[in-house]
């Protein structure tokens, strides 16, 4: 097997290794020019949020479960805390999702995590809807309109159970979930640009470390003399 098959996951495993500031930030930014695909794994229908008031199975209270027709799409604690207030604010009405369609990515199928852009609107709220938002901080101050929720949210799917437990504050929905692999590709033209940059990143970071270690045992030296 020739030597350059190796070449890439050689040098970026000396890179990452080392610890190098300059290696590593090489490196990390050949990861954002990767390209990037999607294949459709299969479909499904969302037809309500619910936020379960108590644990159900291995599900604790407070967890967020996207209901599908074939799937239930169970977010994680973090997902769970932001999305879930919103259904529990108490506001006079419902949301809007503004999306026509909900893209479900998977990065490893056979975990059957995911991760979903969801975007929230609400609109024409009362005074006492306003008062509400703003006591409880439900959207962030950056957007324009104070009105809209668009985040990314985690989390694990499942095959639906047979049974739907009475148990939760249901937000209805009917919007159609498209499940996708995402798969990332290094950029070769790119890569290779990183591998032609790799000695002079690394030599800097010696440099680095040996301008860094004398100062450093200089001063520790002083700070001894100087109780």
């Known amino acids: 097997m020739k030597l350059r098959t190796f070449t890439l996951p050689l040098l970026a495993t000396f890179a990452l290794t080392l610890g190098g500031c300059f290696t590593t930030a ?4 050949n990861t954002k020019h990767n390209k990037i695909t999607y294949k459709d794994i299969g479909s499904d229908r969302l037809t309500s949020f619910r936020l379960t008031r108590a644990a159900v199975g291995d599900l604790p209270a407070g967890t967020l479960i996207m209901i599908g027709e074939k799937n ?4 994680n604690e973090a997902s769970s805390k932001t999305l879930g ?18 893209d479900v990515t998977t990065r490893d199928p056979a975990a059957r995590t995911f991760q979903v852009y969801v975007a929230l609107s609400y609109d024409n709220p009362s005074e006492a809807d306003r008062a ?3 006591a409880k901080q439900l959207f962030s101050e950056d957007h324009d309109n104070d009105g809209e929720l668009s985040e990314i949210f985690q989390g694990t799917y499942y095959p639906a159970p047979t049974t739907l437990p009475d148990d939760g504050q249901p937000l209805r929905a009917s919007l159609p979930l498209r499940l996708r692999h995402e798969e990332s590709r290094p950029n070769p033209l790119h890569t290779g640009l990183t ?11 010696a440099v680095m470390t040996a301008l860094i270690i004398p100062v450093a045992l200089i001063a520790n030296a ?3 003399h100087h109780p």
């Open 72 to 75: 239930w799409y169970v977010l």
């Open 26 to 29: 090489l490196w990390v930014d």
């Open 85 to 102: 207030k919103y259904l529990t604010a108490g506001l006079s009405h419902r949301y809007t999702l503004k999306q026509d369609v909900l």
């Open 132 to 134: 509400i938002i703003k």
């Open 195 to 205: 591998i032609l940059k790799t000695p002079a990143a690394l030599l800097g970071d």
């Open 222 to 224: 002083g700070a001894a």
